[in-house]
C-alpha cells in the first residue's frame, strides 16, 4: 500500500491494480497473525459460501426421532431439539452473519467516511458539532446502544442492522476526521486545489486514498464487533427469531439444554463465532501493525 | 481543580438530553401494543381504548414526550406491565444483584488482567508477551454468553462442583435482605450457610464476567507499559542503579497507570454490555435479567429504564473517573477545553 506513505500523490489507475494486489499480498505477509486471521476468515467465508451445498440435510429439514442426536456419522455437529442438523444450520447462519456483518460494516464505512472527511476538511462549527456528537454517542458502550436502537425499532433483522450501523459509524468518524485533519494542509491538497480540483474531488481522489488504511483496520475490526453483537443480540431475543438459523439464536436454544448435558446444541454455533471474530480481530491487528509502525499493538 | 469539575459539569445536559430522547423513542416505536399487553388476551377494542387512553397514548407525541420527562424528572419509570408494578420499585429491589456481581468481576478481571498486561509490556516479544497477547485477543474475540455456558456444562453438568445456573443463592438459602448484597447481608447476619451459598452462586458468572474486562485491560495495560519503559527517565533510573523493583514500581507502573485509568471508561462499557448477557446465562436477577425478561414479553419501560439506567450510570461513572483523573494528573486540569 504505497499510498500510505506521508506526501505521496495517489494516482489511481486501473492499469496498478495488479501491482497494488502483488504489494497488498506483500505486506501482509509480513505479519504472521495477521496471515492466521485471513485464514480462519477465509474457511468461514467459504464455509458460507459452499458449505449448504455439499451438505445433505437443509437447516430445517428434521424429524422427531431425530431429536437430539450427539454428534456422529450422520450427524457430524449433531442435532437440535427439532431434530435439524445442527452442521448445516451452523453453515445456513454462516451466510447470515457474514451477510450482516459486511451490510453493516459497509454502510457504517461509507456513512462514517463521508462524515468523516467532510468534518475533518471543513472544520471549524461544523467539525465541533459533529465531534461533540460522535463523543456523546461513543461515550456509550455500543452494544447497550443497539440494544435500545433495536428494541425501539422492533424485532427484525433490519433493525439489527440500523442499530449496529449507527452504534458503528462514530468510530469511523473519528478515525477518518483525525486522519483527514492531519493531510488537509499538506502540499499535494494545495496542488490538486490549485490545479482547480473541485472539493468532492479533492476529497475523493486525493485525500481518501491517503486515509483509507486505518478505515480499513477500523472496518476489518468491526467486521468482528458485528458478528459478536448481532449473535448477543438474537441471544436476549432481538432481531434474529429461532427457527431461522443464526449463530446467537442457536446458542440460545441449546442454553437450556447444557443444563441437562447437551452440550453440542451451543458448542458448534457459538466456537463459529469465536473462530470468525478471532479471524477478524487478528486480520485487523495485523493490518494495524504493518500500517502503523510506531504503534504496533 | 473546580473549573475543571464544572467545565466537565457543563457537557452533562446535552448527553442527558440524548439519553431522554433514546428512551422516549423505545417507548414510541417499540412494536406491540403496550396497551393491549396491559388489557390482557382477551379484552374488547374498547377496554384496550381505554386503556390507551388512561396510558396516555392517545395524547400527540409531543405531548407525551413533556408527560414522559415530567415523569422521569419526578423518578417515575412507568410501569412493568406484565406485573403492574412500578419500574422504578422493580429496578430498585434488583439494582444490587447486578453491582454485586459487577463489582466482583470487575475486581476479579483487574487481578488476572493487570499482571497479564504488565508481564507482556515488561518481556516484550518472549514467551510471556505472546501468551498474553493470545489470552487478550482471544478474550475480546469469545462470545461471553457461550463461555458462560461452556463453563456451566463443565463445572456443573459435568463435574458437579458448581452450583445450578439458577440465580444468586440455593433456594431456600438466601440471607435475610438488609442491603440487598447477599455476601455482605450474610456478614452482617452472622449466616453461614447463606454467606456459603450465594459465594459459590457468584463463582462462575464472576469469573465470566472477569474475562470479558480483563483482556481489554491487559491490553491496555501491556501497551501503556511498553510505552512508559521506553521513556529516557527510565533508562535514567536504570543507569543509576536503582534497584529493578523500584524502577518497575515507582517509575513505569505509576506513570503507566494513567493512560490504564483513561481507557476505563471504555471498560466499563464493556462490564455492563457484558453484564446482561452473564445475568442472562446465570439467570442471575438483576438488571440486565429484567431488561432481558422485558425484551420477552414486549413490554417497553423496563427496557427503556434499564437503557436509561445503564446510561446514567455510565455518565456517573465517566464523571468521577475524570475527576480522578484530574486530580492525579495536574496536565488535564490546567489544559483548555482539550480536544
Known amino acids: ?297 | 481543580m473546580t473549573a475543571f469539575v464544572v467545565r466537565r459539569l457543563a457537557t452533562i445536559p446535552l448527553v442527558l438530553v440524548a439519553i431522554i430522547l433514546l428512551g422516549f423513542l423505545i417507548t414510541n416505536v417499540l412494536p406491540g401494543n403496550p396497551a393491549e399487553l396491559r388489557a390482557g388476551q382477551y379484552a374488547s377494542a374498547e377496554v384496550i381504548e381505554r386503556t390507551e387512553a388512561s396510558m396516555g397514548l392517545d395524547q400527540p407525541w409531543y405531548t407525551q414526550l413533556r408527560v414522559y420527562a415530567g415523569n422521569l424528572l419526578q423518578g417515575d419509570l412507568g410501569e412493568n406491565a406484565l406485573t403492574g408494578l412500578s419500574v422504578a420499585d422493580e429496578i430498585s429491589a434488583r439494582w444490587p444483584a447486578t453491582v454485586e456481581l459487577s463489582v466482583v468481576g470487575f475486581l476479579l478481571g483487574l487481578l488476572v488482567g493487570l499482571p497479564l498486561g504488565v508481564l507482556a509490556g515488561m518481556r516484550e516479544n518472549t514467551f510471556w508477551d505472546h501468551g498474553g497477547r493470545l489470552i487478550a485477543v482471544l478474550g475480546v474475540s469469545l462470545p461471553v454468553f457461550w463461555v458462560g455456558l461452556l463453563l456451566v456444562y463443565f463445572f456443573y453438568s459435568e463435574l458437579g462442583w458448581a452450583p445450578p445456573p439458577t440465580g444468586r443463592a440455593q433456594i431456600g438459602t438466601e440471607p435475610t435482605e438488609i442491603t440487598g448484597f447477599y455476601m455482605l447481608d450474610s456478614v452482617l447476619t452472622g449466616d453461614m450457610a447463606a454467606l456459603w451459598s450465594s459465594a459459590k452462586s457468584l463463582v462462575l458468572p464472576s469469573i465470566t464476567l472477569a474475562l470479558v474486562v480483563a483482556a481489554p485491560i491487559a491490553r491496555i495495560a501491556r501497551s501503556a507499559v511498553l510505552e512508559v519503559r521506553g521513556r529516557e527517565y527510565v533508562t535514567m533510573a536504570i543507569t543509576s542503579g536503582i534497584p529493578a523493583r523500584v524502577v518497575l514500581r515507582s517509575y513505569i507502573l505509576r506513570n503507566a497507570m494513567l493512560p490504564v485509568l483513561t481507557m476505563m471508561g471504555i471498560l466499563l462499557g464493556y462490564l455492563i454490555g457484558g453484564n446482561i448477557l452473564v445475568e442472562i446465562v446465570f439467570a442471575w436477577p438483576g438488571l440486565g435479567g429484567y431488561a432481558f425478561e422485558s425484551i420477552s414479553n414486549n413490554d417497553f419501560a423496563p427496557v427503556q429504564a434499564f437503557v436509561l439506567i445503564t446510561a446514567l450510570a455510565i455518565l456517573l461513572l465517566n464523571l468521577v473517573l475524570d475527576v480522578v483523573y484530574a486530580w492525579l494528573n495536574p496536565r488535564v486540569r490546567y489544559a483548555g477545553t482539550g480536544d
Open chain 1, 1 to 297: 500500500m504505497a499510498s500510505i506513505s506521508p506526501g505521496s500523490i495517489a494516482a489511481p489507475s486501473a492499469g496498478l491494480g495488479r501491482e497494488r494486489f502483488r504489494q497488498s499480498w506483500w505486506t501482509l505477509r509480513q505479519s504472521t497473525l495477521s496471515l492466521v486471521g485471513l485464514a480462519l476468515v477465509g474457511t468461514v467465508v467459504l464455509f458460507a459460501l459452499i458449505g449448504p451445498l455439499l451438505i445433505p440435510y437443509g437447516p430445517e429439514d428434521g424429524s422427531a426421532e431425530a431429536r437430539l442426536l450427539a454428534p456422529g456419522l450422520d450427524h457430524p455437529f449433531g442435532t437440535d431439539n427439532f431434530g435439524f442438523d445442527i452442521l448445516s444450520r451452523v453453515a445456513a447462519a454462516a451466510r447470515l452473519d457474514l451477510f450482516v456483518a459486511f451490510v453493516v460494516t459497509g454502510l457504517a464505512l461509507l456513512i462514517g467516511a463521508s462524515i468523516g472527511l467532510i468534518s475533518g476538511y471543513v472544520g471549524g462549527r461544523l467539525d465541533g458539532v459533529i465531534m461533540r456528537a460522535v463523543d456523546t454517542i461513543l461515550s456509550f458502550p455500543s452494544f447497550i446502544l443497539a440494544l435500545g436502537i433495536a428494541a425501539a425499532l422492533g424485532n427484525s433483522l433490519r433493525s439489527v442492522i440500523i442499530a449496529l450501523t449507527v452504534a458503528y459509524t462514530p468510530f469511523f468518524i473519528r478515525v477518518v476526521r483525525t486522519e483527514t485533519l492531519a493531510r488537509r494542509d499538506q502540499d499535494f491538497v494545495l496542488a490538486a486545489r490549485c490545479a482547480g480540483a473541485s472539493t468532492p474531488r479533492v476529497l475523493g481522489l486525493h485525500i481518501f486514498p491517503n486515509v483509507a488504511g486505518p478505515a480499513m483496520v477500523q472496518a476489518t475490526l468491526t467486521l468482528g464487533w458485528a458478528i459478536l453483537d448481532t449473535a448477543a443480540l438474537s441471544f436476549i431475543g432481538i432481531g434474529v427469531r429461532p427457527p431461522e438459523a443464526e449463530w446467537g439464536v442457536m446458542v440460545a436454544e441449546g442454553a437450556k439444554l447444557v443444563v441437562t448435558g447437551e452440550w453440542w446444541v451451543s458448542l458448534f454455533p457459538g466456537l463459529f463465532i469465536a473462530i470468525t471474530v478471532l479471524g477478524f480481530n487478528l486480520l485487523g491487528d495485523g493490518l494495524r501493525d504493518i500500517l502503523d509502525p510506531e504503534r504496533r499493538s
